[in-house]
């Protein structure tokens, strides 16, 4: 018996063609170059929003400011105009004391929790449902 099987396993690597072999580590490399143009793109990508997010929120309203202007009307019949805009982040590490003061002072309504339940294939029955009593308890759920 054990000699059947040895042969079968041999039988079918041997029955592996080099071709195959080459056409599947093609594949492979194939696969490797396109994750590597798709980490490349996500990267360009983030350079181009993190340059908008300066002209936008800095570089133009900063210029505008300059000049004496908020408002600016272009020949196309766009505008551009400068408003305040504030932004702030809280480290990790300030998480806790940062919400416990917003609390503490009122602006507690600011902090936000985010729930995300994931459901596997052939549960959607039970994903409607959690979000059916969820909004029947005024949760505005999003699926």
């Not at 309203?61 to 009307?73: C, I, R, T, Y």
């Not at 936000?112 to 409607?128: I, P, S, W």
Request: hydrophobic share 35%; with cysteine; proline share 2%.
């Amino acid at each position: 018996m054990k000699e059947l099987f040895e042969e079968s396993i041999r039988k079918q690597v041997e029955d592996v063609k080099e071709t195959d072999v080459k056409s599947l580590s093609n594949l492979c490399n194939d696969l490797l170059t396109l994750e590597a143009k798709i980490g490349n793109t996500e990267e360009e990508l983030r350079r181009y929003k993190e340059q908008s997010r300066e002209l936008s929120e800095q570089v133009i309203p900063d210029k505008l400011a300059e000049l004496g202007v908020s408002d600016l009307k272009l020949s196309d019949g766009s505008r551009i105009s400068a408003e305040p805009f504030y932004s702030a982040r809280i480290t990790a590490q300030n998480l806790q004391t940062a919400h416990e003061w917003l609390r503490e002072n009122g602006h507690g309504d600011i902090i936000k929790n985010t729930l995300t339940v994931t459901f596997g294939q052939g549960e959607d029955v039970l994903a409607k449902e959690l979000v059916d009593q969820l909004a029947k308890q005024g949760y505005m759920p999003e699926t």
